[in-house]
């Protein structure tokens, strides 16, 4: 299984980014994708995830980022808006899925893909 970002770059304090994340490979099931981010000296955390339950987001990030999952792509999305530049990070996606029918959950993550916003 292999899960490839893309969408990051550099934007300026107000501007929009949209990341896409794609997974790949022998999967039956993807219960769960979601959005982290590190900053230099910072751990990681959790930014948006998207579940069947519903969508969860860091509060910093309400209001201005929307996570949306194409199930039929196994592709993830999350649309940045009115970006800052605390905002700045390693942005990675990661899937709980399942490869096989009756096989246990395994979390798989993607390449980083860095966001800088500039003030």
């Known amino acids: 299984v292999q899960l490839q970002a893309c969408g990051g770059g550099l934007v300026q304090a107000g501007g929009s980014l949209r990341l896409s994340c794609a997974a790949s490979?022998?999967?039956?099931?993807?219960?769960?994708m979601g959005w982290y981010r590190q900053a230099p000296g910072k751990q990681r955390e959790l930014v948006a995830d998207i579940t069947t339950g519903g969508t969860n987001y860091l509060d910093s990030v309400k209001g201005r980022f929307t996570i949306s999952r194409d199930n039929a792509k196994n592709t993830v999305y999350l649309q940045m808006d009115s970006l800052k530049p605390e905002d700045t990070a390693v942005y990675y996606c990661?899937?709980?899925?399942?490869?096989?029918?009756?096989?246990?959950?395994?979390?798989?993550w993607g390449q980083g893909t860095q966001v800088t916003v500039s003030s």
């Open positions: 490979g022998s999967i039956f099931s993807i219960n769960a």
């Open positions: 990661n899937a709980r899925l399942r490869r096989f029918m009756g096989s246990s959950e395994h979390v798989y």
